[in-house]
């Protein structure tokens, strides 16, 4: 998968890397699907004040673990538990998907 991002200890890939194999475009899909469904949950529990300064943050340096600690200061929920809910849920979603395929080929 890409470099490395601020939540990517949260999140095991593993499963996913194993079942898409060598196939760098599914596991390029997979790891973009998985970015947005993660930005998806930041903004949805982010204040929207806090937005802008978050993405130039996180455009900044998307690796640095003191993006997950903004977070956690500015949401109202346990941050580091509804991404990885939301990642659970998606790479499960994306297993489906890449054993559907490989049935296929």
Same mark, same amino acid.
């Given at each position: 998968?890409? *470099? $490395? &991002?601020?939540?990517?200890?949260?999140?095991?890939?593993?499963?996913?890397?194993?079942?898409? *194999? #060598? %196939?760098? $475009?599914? &596991?390029?899909?997979?790891?973009?699907?998985?970015?947005?469904?993660? &930005?998806?949950?930041?903004?949805?529990?982010?204040?929207?004040?806090?937005?802008?300064?978050?993405? +130039?943050?996180?455009?900044?340096?998307?690796?640095?673990?003191?993006?997950?600690?903004?977070?956690?200061?500015? #949401?109202?929920?346990?941050?580091?538990?509804?991404?990885?809910?939301?990642?659970?849920? #998606? @790479?499960? $979603?994306?297993?489906?998907?890449?054993? +559907?395929? %490989?049935? @296929? #080929?």
């Amino acid at each position: 998968m890409k *470099g $490395k &991002l601020f939540y990517d200890h949260l999140i095991i890939i593993e499963e996913i890397e194993a079942a898409a *194999g #060598t %196939d760098k $475009k599914m &596991l390029d899909l997979a790891d973009q699907i998985l970015q947005h469904e993660i &930005l998806d949950v930041i903004f949805s529990y982010l204040p929207r004040e806090h937005h802008d300064e978050f993405l +130039k943050m996180f455009h900044a340096a998307p690796y640095d673990r003191k993006l997950l600690e903004y977070l956690k200061a500015h #949401t109202a929920i346990n941050i580091e538990l509804a991404i990885l809910d939301r990642a659970n849920k #998606t @790479k499960r $979603k994306i297993l489906a998907e890449v054993k +559907k395929y %490989d049935r @296929k #080929t």
